[in-house]
């Protein structure tokens, strides 16, 4: 081997000497100490960014700032592989953006040819006031940021941040990244709960400011876009205008109101809206003034109770009523008792459904149409061991869900019935009284494999892919390539699907039919069997209008 | 009136104000809201007044004037706010203000509600760059002219935004400091001493990995300008309508490393350490500071600021709290004693209580030390109590028996050196000692009129204290008059006071006894004994 050491050695020598020439740094100052520098930028701008922390991770910590000119230099380093992380307030670095290969290009090897760039990326700004119809500044608002995420494989509305306005109606909301933004504004909200005997009697109407998002609508769908670039610093004026409030108003039966209960109206976004609940205790009866007209979720509940006298336990007591508010509400019953209950049946394990031998185990959720925050599930059986594959959901409001259920083993979910009602197609409605059909679940583990191969003008190209279904759009997925733009997903359900390679995925309600109608024109189509593997290449789309 | 919270207003649930067209049957308050210094009407002030069952509004017209009627008689607190002002009670000083009595052959017609323009402090964080920092906890400090010692307080915290700003709005006129407690983002503050193989390595012999020297630094709190000492602070004395600009600027200073020795080596949940500073006398701001165990018996405290601070030390088992405070100036990397220099007393003793009572399962002593750190124990059924080791000094005894209407009315001690005065005992040497504690049941009221060139007075201070001059701070008692006159003072301890009503006496730092000696000479002397209530009138004092 020694021919081949020596041919190493002299190659290698060689090689140390070229960076030399170079006008970069990779120069070898002794034995083992070799330089690392570069330069900090503006990821939007390219400009320089002094005072950033720019830090060496293993083997050695070093740090150093990026000084005026955004230049670094560490000096003294022995040979090898570091971890890189750069970061200053007021800027995401790639890996904080989520970028796919930010993790991979973190690393750096010492000696190096060249100039290290670094990109941080500046935060974006939304900031403004909210002001009265008089001009005058409200205090006391909190502006909320928010933004379509995917979370728990749904579409949700995921909070950004937050501000309350100041004494001036001033409110500063920093540290966004970018992309598309709703702003909702939510009157202080001075939540008391009152016991009184007297319940009053009003004489005037009541009014104030209720909640809104920008540009002035109620509807969360409604709201208009706010698109952020990075370093963008937008204002809003906002200007809520006094509108009547109601009152809703009623009974509540079957509970012992001294030894707990709990009164509230929650809006679609999920925020609890009253200010002051008025009731008496003896009675029942409630009242609850200062309501801005909407659509609310009415509920009441009595904690479950053990009676250290009788040692005889209550379980939790539930009330809940749907209200469209728009002018005062009175004679509102809610009867106290056990909500609904449904029985989750799984079935599954091999090619045929099965009701014994090997138990699966799935979640089931009920996601609420009108209140998406209100989910009620179970786990599917509770204890792998018993052997029963049921479970039971208590305690469901009356509504309409759509059924969710993410299984806890490899395979995929091939049917859910309730009743005649295909769930993977349907949505559920619960009625009071009304008892629920078993939820029926049917487990599979006969998926097919689908590896995709993204390209773009002929290069494999990093994007996201939608796999749609068109014959249950609740089933589509949405993936994202690896750096090389290739993926891979097993336990797919059979069926038809369409891929639809995109860049821009933010805001895409990639379930909904109407939403893909016009990626689904240019998609590419697959079919699979029961314990397929395919392999299909897709071309990325370009933005569409 | 004495307001129960100093927002009460806030507290209750609303009701929309009664209709202004129809005349009702009832009482009225009615009046004006002007501007303090201008005496200028303010428009669309928001005027509250709390019933019994919730509170009603209503809104100033242009003219400043407003109106409640169809009430009953009674005496009801009023307060109003407008943008630009601060929301106050009418007459309102400190937690204290003039209530309106409502009924026959009262005038409730002619109510002037003073508003004040609120004032603002407003101001920028940077650090040693000029960089703004975001996210810097802003404490502000404040007098309450109005409570029992005049002395200074946390009126507020803010954080700053993204420049480093902060705003503090609806502020009284008054003298204020500023100062903020936050860490350099870029610090990574580490213990540096490491384990291997279970065995303490001193930073300079550890192969482990340890963020750079740099980067082991910490802020400590600084006030405004600049400042960490509050000797050296700039007072900022703020009237109505002021706005006044304080920006501080931060500089970062090696973090502090405190080795710990002397420490119980088999605590079996671990050695809790906390650290804190306190300023004015009695505010105590908690740091963060990172502990870890070197070896058995002795800890390292981290990322602590250099100068004054206090260790709080505890650990043990459940059943044992046992805490050792620490005060040390500190600065670079030091050794403390664990054990502290304080000798460590034992004590336990007796309650005793009137005859009949039942000592309750929940029953507990507490001794509150000057730090405002308290320990406590429980009561046995025999009244028997005893405390884990604690550090002499002075401590203030309360037993808290779940019953409303006793107090402490006498301690004795034997044992170690020790002496008690009042309701506090101060323990000098090490040892055993056994506290006798004597209840009493029965606290007493005086309710009376404070009168004015033989009028009844609204809005007069009236002030009840020990004969003894002992205690001034926890036995006396203070009312404003309401707007017949009339006032209530509640839960006196029994015993012999002197009874007060100054005009305008709000600003005496009467806790000191010789701000107050020239009023006592016209005082009424009253004895208050278990469950008494006295009716008084008294005559009230100009200020001198």
């Not at chain 1, 990093?462 to 609740?474: D, G, I, Q, W």
């Not at chain 2, 323990?427 to 029965?442: E, F, K, P, Y």
Request: charge should be negative; glycine fraction near 10%; charged fraction near 20%.
């Amino acid at each position: 081997m020694q021919p081949s050491v020596r041919t190493f050695a002299i190659a290698f020598t060689f090689v140390a000497w070229l960076p030399c020439v170079s006008p970069a740094t990779g120069r070898q100052l002794e034995a083992d100490g070799f330089e690392l520098s570069g330069k900090v930028i503006n990821a939007a701008t390219g400009e320089s960014v002094s005072g950033a922390l720019v830090q060496l991770q293993a083997p050695a910590g070093k740090v150093q700032f990026s000084s005026t000119d955004g230049t670094f230099a560490f000096t003294n380093l022995p040979r090898g592989r570091y971890s890189v992380t750069v970061r200053k307030p007021g800027f995401f670095s790639e890996q904080e953006l989520g970028r796919w290969n930010a993790w991979m290009k973190s690393s750096q090897d010492v000696p190096f040819n060249g100039e290290l760039v670094l990109k941080l990326t500046p935060e974006a700004i939304i900031y403004g006031e909210v002001k009265n119809e008089n001009g005058e500044p409200i205090e006391g608002v909190t502006a909320r940021v928010q933004s379509w995420q995917m979370e728990n494989g749904r579409r949700q509305l995921h909070n950004d941040g937050h501000a309350v306005t100041d004494d001036e109606g001033n409110f500063r909301i920093a540290e966004l990244k970018p992309g598309s933004y709703r702003v909702s504004f939510v009157p202080t909200n001075r939540g008391s709960w009152v016991t009184f005997d007297k319940l009053s009697h009003r004489k005037e109407a009541d009014q104030g400011y209720s909640p809104q998002f920008y540009p002035g609508v109620a509807d969360a769908e409604l709201a208009a876009p706010i698109e952020l670039h990075a370093g963008a610093k937008i204002h809003i004026t906002q200007a809520l205008s006094r509108q009547r409030l109601f009152e809703v108003a009623g009974v509540v039966r079957g509970a012992n109101v001294e030894s707990g209960l709990n009164l509230m109206l929650v809006s679609a976004s999920g925020d609890m809206v009253q200010k002051a609940v008025r009731i008496n205790p003896k009675t029942g009866e409630f009242q609850i003034p200062g309501i801005p007209a909407g659509t609310y979720r009415l509920s009441a509940m009595a904690p479950a109770t053990n009676d250290e006298a009788t040692k005889e336990f209550r379980p939790p007591l539930t009330a809940t009523q749907l209200i469209h508010l728009n002018s005062d509400l009175t004679g509102v019953v809610l009867t106290l008792g056990r909500g609904l209950s449904a029985v989750v049946r799984v079935y599954g394990g091999g090619a045929a459904p099965d009701g014994t031998g090997n138990v699966p185990q799935v979640m089931v959720r009920l996601i609420s149409k009108e209140f998406p925050q209100y989910s009620p599930g179970a786990l599917a059986p509770p204890r792998k061991e018993e052997g029963k594959a049921v479970a039971t959901i208590d305690d469901i409001s009356p509504g309409t869900y759509t059924v969710e259920v993410y299984p806890h083993q490899p395979g995929y979910i091939a049917a859910i019935q309730c009743g005649s009602l295909d769930l993977l197609r349907d949505e559920l409605t619960v009625v009071q009284g009304a008892a629920l059909p078993p939820i029926e679940v049917t487990l599979r583990n006969d998926g097919a494999q689908l590896r995709v191969a993204v390209v773009q003008n002929g290069q494999p190209a990093a994007a996201a892919v939608v796999l749609y279904s068109e014959e249950y759009p609740r089933r589509s997925l949405l993936l994202q390539t690896n750096e090389t733009g290739t993926l891979t997903q097993g336990n797919l359900p059979p069926g038809k699907y369409q891929l639809a390679a995109v860049n821009d995925v933010q805001d895409l309600d990639f379930q909904n039919p109407i939403s893909m109608e016009k990626y689904l024109n240019h998609a590419s189509e697959v079919t699979l069997q029961p314990g397929d593997q395919a392999n299909v290449r897709v071309e990325v789309q370009e933005e569409h209008q | 009136m004495r307001a129960l919270f100093l927002c009460l207003a806030f507290m209750l649930a609303t009701a929309p104000a009664r209709a202004a067209q129809q005349a009702e049957p009832g009482y009225r308050i009615s009046g004006m809201v002007i501007d303090a210094v201008t005496s200028a009407p303010v428009p669309r002030a928001e005027v509250s007044l709390s019933a019994g069952t919730g509170e009603t509004k209503t809104t100033s017209g242009d003219d400043g004037r407003f109106l409640f009627q169809g009430l009953d008689a009674g005496k009801y607190p009023i307060s109003a706010g407008a943008q630009g002002y601060i929301r106050e009670g009418y007459n309102q000083h400190g937690a204290f203000f003039t209530g309106i009595a409502v009924g026959s052959g009262l005038d409730s017609e002619h109510v002037i509600l003073r508003l004040h323009r609120e004032a603002v402090i407003t101001g920028r964080v940077t650090d040693e760059h000029g960089e703004a920092v975001r996210r810097a906890q802003v404490m502000l400090f404040g007098y309450d002219r109005a409570s029992r010692s005049h002395a200074t307080f946390m009126r507020a915290q803010v954080q700053t935004n993204d420049l480093g700003e902060y705003r503090f709005a609806h502020l009284q006129a008054g003298k204020y400091y500023v100062a903020v407690q936050t860490q350099p983002w870029y610090a990574q503050v580490g213990l540096s001493y490491s384990q291997e193989q279970g065995q303490p390595v001193p930073p300079s012999r550890s192969t482990a990995w340890k963020p750079d020297t740099a980067l082991d630094v910490v802020y400590p709190i600084t006030f405004y300008p600049g400042v960490t000492q509050e000797h050296a602070a700039t007072e900022l004395n703020l009237t109505a309508s002021d706005k006044q600009e304080a920006n501080i600027q931060l500089q970062a200073v090696p973090s502090v490393h405190v080795r710990l020795t002397n420490l119980p080596g088999n605590a079996e949940n671990g050695i809790n350490i906390q650290a804190n500073q306190r300023f004015f006398g009695s505010i105590v701001v908690p740091l963060t500071a990172v502990s870890g165990q070197i070896s058995p018996g002795e800890y390292e405290v981290a990322g602590l600021p250099p100068g004054e601070v206090t260790l709080n030390v505890s650990g043990g088992g459940n059943q044992e709290w046992r805490s050792q405070t620490i005060k040390a100036n500190v600065s670079g990397n030091e050794t403390l004693d664990g054990a502290g220099t304080t000798p460590i007393a034992n004590v336990s003793g007796r309650v005793i209580f009137p005859t009949g009572e039942v000592i309750s399962a929940q029953a507990r002593v507490t001794l509150l030390d000057e730090g405002n750190q308290s320990a406590s124990a429980t009561l046995q059924k025999d009244g028997t109590f005893s405390f884990a080791p604690l550090q002499a000094g002075t401590y203030k005894v309360s037993v808290d028996a779940q019953g409303n209407n006793e107090y402490v009315e006498n301690l004795s001690a034997t044992g170690a050196k020790t002496k008690t005065s009042g309701r506090e005992i101060t323990i000098s040497t090490a040892g055993d000692v056994q506290l006798g504690i004597t209840m009493g049941r029965g606290m007493g009221g005086v309710t009376g009129v404070a009168k004015l060139d033989g009028k009844p007075a609204a809005g007069m201070m009236v002030l009840l204290v020990p004969a003894s001059g002992q205690n001034l701070e926890e036995d006396s008692r203070m009312d404003q008059s309401d707007s017949d006159g009339t006032f209530a003072l509640a839960r006196i301890f029994p015993g012999k006071y002197l009874l007060v009503a100054i005009a305008d006496g709000w600003d005496l730092d009467w806790s000191n006894g010789s701000d107050l000696k020239p009023y006592l000479e016209k005082a009424q002397s009253l004895q208050i004994s278990a469950d008494d209530q006295e009716k008084v009138a008294v005559e009230v004092q100009h200020k001198k």
